[in-house]
């Protein structure tokens, strides 16, 4: 079911924060965040997030596209490495 | 012989059913439509006046989308997602269930028929 509209979207307060410091820097910084659950809102737009999927930061530079979405949809948190015996294995991590 | 929404030529059933045989149309929109017009239930396709079948094609240009504009939002839907990079754009371009159900087993629906697995024995 789809979240109520009156609740506004739910993102971790201090993202907003963050953004609006990365904004006033004129450095692209990359944005570490563990907060894989928040929603992208409009205003993260433009900026590079590091999305931690349990392992490492995964960049994600934010387009209009992506809003409405959650961080967590942009770093997979597991690795498949193919079946055993099936050959074509990927090279590891 | 009506030809509604392109190719669409449902015959001589009643056209609460004819209309289902339209892509993007099932028993909802179907009685929808046939309300919007004012035909009766027990009405079939092949007793429609040429006036009634025009204004049922009108009805669904104007409200409804429908066959080839469906598809086409749908793919454009899919395409958006996968070009996205996010988990469900990559469950579509793997060909694995997009809505979290277990793959372990089952998923078959998504991942095809059953393909042998090199190596392993058949029991005895």
């Known amino acids: 079911m789809a979240r109520s509209v009156w609740k506004g979207p739910m993102v971790d307060g201090y993202l907003l924060d963050k953004a609006d410091k990365a904004r006033a820097s004129t450095r692209n910084e990359v944005i570490r965040t563990w907060s894989r659950r928040s929603t992208i809102l409009p205003q993260f737009v433009g900026l590079v997030f590091g999305v931690y999927n349990g392992h490492k930061f995964i960049p994600v530079s934010v387009t209009e596209e992506m809003v409405g979405h959650k961080f967590g949809e942009f770093s997979p948190t597991r690795v498949f490495q193919g079946h055993s015996g099936s050959g074509d294995k990927k090279a590891s991590r | ?124």
Do not use: W
């Open chain 2, 1 to 124: 012989m009506a030809r509604i929404a392109g190719v669409n030529i449902p015959t001589n059933k009643r056209v609460l059913i004819a209309l289902q045989y339209i892509h993007g149309i099932g028993q909802q929109k179907a009685a929808e439509i046939c309300k919007k017009v004012g035909l009766a239930d027990e009405r079939r396709v092949n007793q429609l006046s040429d006036d009634e079948v025009l204004r049922i094609r009108e009805t669904i240009d104007r409200d409804y989308t429908v066959e080839g504009d469906l598809r086409r939002d749908v793919a454009m839907n899919i395409k958006r997602l996968m070009d996205l990079g996010c988990y469900r754009g990559l469950r579509h371009r793997k060909g694995l269930p997009v809505r979290g159900q277990r793959t372990h087993t089952n998923a078959r629906t998504r991942k095809g028929p059953a393909k042998p697995i090199a190596g392993k024995k058949k029991a005895a």
